[in-house]
């Protein structure tokens, strides 16, 4: 079949380009070498109270995100990935648990934050992208 699509350019015309005003990975642009890690997360557990004992949907997870990468958790339906991100945000349902090891947001230890704390994070330095994203993202 070759290395050509349909259209008569290469398959991999264009591969690792970044789109105008997007920078190469690993660059931050400000001349310093620092790549500590953005998110650091260790150890994460989530626990919900059920009729028979304690589930345990999220056990020991652990990531961390240096600059210019981008995660993505992708996995079936229930394993997990939206109780992971909910944790770290600090939005799990009020019956769930969370235990974590660590949990740092450019260098700041978040594992032990006060809600009032995560409040003043969350939509200023940290996010997340919920399931739906056709709907989440249409202006």
Do not use: Y
């Not at 105008?20 to 260790?42: A, F, W």
């Not at 056990?59 to 961390?64: E, L, P, R």
């Not at 958790?73 to 974590?100: D, N, W």
């Not at 949990?103 to 996010?127: C, F, T, V, W």
């Amino acid at each position: 079949m070759g290395d050509h699509n349909p259209r008569g350019s290469p398959v991999f015309a264009g591969a690792g380009h970044q789109p105008g005003g997007r920078r190469h990975k690993g660059h931050n642009g400000s001349g310093d070498q620092d790549m500590s890690p953005i998110l650091e997360l260790e150890g994460l557990h989530v626990r919900i109270p059920w009729r028979q004992g304690l589930l345990h949907p999220v056990q020991d997870v652990a990531f961390s995100v240096e600059p210019g990468q981008t995660l993505c958790l992708v996995g079936e339906s229930g394993c997990g990935k939206s109780l992971t991100a909910l944790a770290i945000m600090g939005l799990l349902p009020r019956m769930a648990q969370r235990t974590v090891g660590r949990l740092k947001l450019e260098g700041e230890d978040l594992s032990q934050a006060p809600e009032s704390r995560m409040a003043d994070i969350r939509g200023n330095r940290m996010s997340m992208v919920f399931q739906e994203p056709m709907t989440c993202l249409n202006p």
